[in-house]
C-alpha cells in the first residue's frame, strides 16, 4: 500500500473515530433532564450541557450569598422574640426557651441526614425542594395558635434550613479554579450575614408589630428566594450514581475519621469558633458592667461592626485565591491572635480595643473558614456535600462550646481570664496548622515536605500537565464517584 494510501486511511479512520464520538456526545447531551420532579420545565439555558459548562459570573454568585442570607435566618429568627412567644401562646419563659434549642436540634439532623445528599442527587431540585418545605412550615409559624404545633414546626424548620450547605460545594464545583475562594467568601458571607440580620430584622419588625410580621417577613423573602433559585440556578448533574444514601452517610463518618486534613480543619474549626462565639456571648455582659454600663441599644450597635467585617469578606476571598490555603489560613489564624490578643489587654478598659477586635475576629474568622472549606473541598470534589456537612458540624460544636465555657469562666472569672483563656485557644490553632506543612500529601498526618512555596499561581504552573500531552484528559469528569479519589488538597 502506497504512503498516500495508508494518510487517506488513516484520515478517515480519524475522521470515524471522531464522528462516533461526537454521536456519542450528542446522545448523552440528549440524555441529561429537562424538568425538575419530571414535570417542571427547567429554563433552557440553565439546562445541563457538557459541552458548554456553566458560566459562574458575579450575579450567580451574588444569588447563592442571598439564598444563604435569607434562608439561615430562619434559625435565628426567634431569639429576639422569646417573651413575645410566652405573651402570644401564654406559657412560661421556661417552656418558650425550648424553642431556639429545638430548631438548632433540627438543624444538626439536617446537617447529618439531608447536607450529605447534595453529593447523591441532582442539586437544583434539592435546593427548590428545601427552599419550598421551609417556606410551607414557616407559613405554619406565622398562623399556628397552638404552642406545641409551633415547637413541632420550629424543628422541622430547622431540619430543612441547610440551604447553605448545598450551595456551598456548589459554587466550588462551579467556580473556575482561580476563583474558587472568591465565591465561596460570598456564599459564606452571605451565611454569617444571615445570622447578624435576622435577630436586626426580628427586633426591630416585633418592636412596632407582631411577631407573626416577622414570619409574614420570612416568607414573602423565602419565596423570593424559590423563584430567583428557579430563574437562575443551573442544573447539575447528580454524582455518585454508583452509591446508596447509606453509603454516603458512613463514607461521611468515614471522612471524619481517616481523613488527616478532614480531622485538622475540623480541630481548628472547634477551637475557633468556640472562640468566636463566647466572644459574642460574653461582650453583652463586658459592655453592660464597668466600665461602660452602656444601654442595649448600643451593645446592639455592635453587631453592625460585626456586619462591617463579614462585608470585607469577599475582599479577603480574592486574596486567599491568590495563596496556597495552608498559608492563608496561617494567616487569618495570626489575625484572630492579635484581634484577641487586643480585646485581652485592653477591652475591659477602653472601647476602641472592643471595636478593634469586633472587627478583626469578624475577618479573620471568615478568611479563616473560607480557606479551611477550600481545601477540605480540594480533598474529593465528589464529596464535597459530605466534606462541608463535617465542617459545619465542627462549627457546631465549638458554638455550644464557646457558649458554655466561655460563659461560665467569664461570670467566674471577669472578662480578662476569659479572653485569655479564648487567646490560647487561637494559640493552639496554630500549633495544630503546624502539624502539617503547606505541602504534606494527603494521608500524612504529620510532617513537611514539598517545599514552603506560598503562592497558588507558582504551585499551577508545576501541575501543568508536560508538552504534548492533552489538558482536556487531566480535566475531572462533572459526575464521578468519589471512590478512588486521590487528589492532593495541596
Known amino acids: ?20 464520538r461526537n454521536v456519542a456526545a450528542s ?14 420545565p427547567i429554563p433552557k439555558r440553565l439546562q445541563y450541557n457538557p459541552v458548554e459548562p456553566f458560566h459562574f459570573g458575579i450575579l450567580l454568585n451574588a444569588s447563592f450569598g442571598f439564598a ?97 450547605q448545598i450551595l456551598m460545594p456548589l459554587a466550588a464545583d462551579l467556580a473556575p479554579p482561580e476563583r474558587r475562594a472568591s465565591a465561596l467568601s460570598v456564599v459564606l458571607s452571605g451565611l454569617m450575614l444571615g445570622i447578624l440580620i435576622a435577630r436586626v430584622l426580628a427586633g426591630v419588625i ?3 408589630t407582631s411577631w407573626r410580621v416577622v414570619y409574614y417577613m420570612s416568607i414573602g423573602v423565602q419565596l423570593l428566594v424559590l423563584v430567583g433559585a428557579y430563574l437562575m440556578l443551573p442544573d447539575y448533574p447528580s454524582k455518585n450514581r454508583d452509591m446508596t444514601y447509606f453509603q454516603i452517610l458512613f463514607s461521611m ?58 462585608l470585607v469578606g469577599p475582599f479577603a476571598g480574592r486574596l486567599i485565591d491568590r495563596l496556597v490555603p495552608w498559608y492563608a489560613t496561617l494567616v487569618a489564624t495570626g489575625v484572630l491572635l492579635v484581634s484577641q490578643a487586643v480585646q485581652t489587654a485592653a477591652g475591659g478598659i477602653n472601647v476602641a480595643a472592643v471595636i478593634i477586635a469586633c472587627f478583626g475576629l469578624d475577618v479573620g474568622r471568615q478568611s479563616q473558614q473560607v480557606s479551611m472549606t477550600a481545601r477540605v473541598l480540594s480533598i474529593s470534589p465528589a464529596a464535597g456535600a459530605r466534606l462541608n456537612a463535617i465542617l459545619i458540624l465542627s462549627v457546631f460544636i465549638g458554638q455550644v462550646m464557646g ?12 472578662w480578662r481570664a476569659c479572653s ?8 493552639f490553632e496554630i500549633l495544630v496548622l503546624l502539624l502539617r506543612g503547606p505541602h504534606c500529601s494527603r494521608k500524612r498526618w504529620f510532617g513537611y515536605e514539598g517545599g514552603f512555596e506560598a503562592r497558588r499561581r507558582v504551585i499551577l504552573e508545576r501541575e501543568k500537565p508536560p508538552s504534548g500531552e492533552d489538558p482536556e484528559a487531566q480535566k475531572e469528569a462533572p459526575i464521578q464517584s468519589d471512590e478512588g479519589l486521590q487528589s492532593d488538597p495541596s
Not at 27 to 40: L, M, N, Q, Y
Not at 286 to 296: A, F, I, K
Not at 420 to 427: G, Q, T
Open 1 to 20: 500500500m502506497s504512503p498516500s494510501s495508508t494518510e487517506k486511511l488513516g484520515a478517515h479512520c480519524e475522521s470515524t473515530e471522531t464522528a462516533v
Open 27 to 40: 446522545a448523552e447531551e440528549s440524555s441529561w433532564p429537562t424538568k425538575d420532579f419530571g414535570i417542571i
Open 68 to 164: 444563604s442570607t435569607f434562608t439561615v435566618a430562619n434559625l435565628y429568627y426567634c431569639q429576639p422574640l422569646l417573651i413575645e412567644f410566652s405573651k402570644s401562646f401564654d406559657v412560661a419563659y421556661e417552656e418558650v426557651s425550648r424553642i431556639p434549642t429545638l430548631i438548632q436540634a433540627g438543624y444538626l439532623v439536617g446537617l447529618v441526614l439531608i447536607s450529605p445528599l447534595g453529593d447523591l442527587v441532582r442539586r437544583r431540585q434539592l435546593v427548590l425542594l428545601l427552599v419550598a418545605t421551609s417556606t410551607a412550615f414557616t407559613i405554619g409559624l406565622a398562623v399556628t395558635k397552638i404552642f406545641r404545633v409551633f415547637e413541632v414546626l420550629s424543628f422541622l424548620t430547622g431540619v430543612v434550613t441547610v440551604t447553605p
Open 206 to 208: 416585633a418592636n412596632f
Open 253 to 310: 463518618a468515614k471522612y471524619a475519621v481517616t481523613e488527616p486534613l478532614v480531622i485538622q480543619m475540623a480541630i481548628v474549626n472547634i477551637a475557633s469558633n468556640a472562640c468566636f462565639t463566647s466572644f459574642w456571648v460574653t461582650l453583652t455582659f463586658l459592655l453592660g458592667g464597668p466600665p461602660y454600663y452602656y444601654s442595649t441599644l448600643i451593645i446592639g450597635l455592635f453587631g453592625l461592626v460585626g456586619m462591617l467585617g463579614v
Open 403 to 414: 457558649t458554655s465555657v466561655g460563659t461560665q469562666v467569664f461570670v467566674q472569672h471577669g
Open 420 to 427: 485569655i483563656l479564648m487567646l490560647a485557644l487561637h494559640a
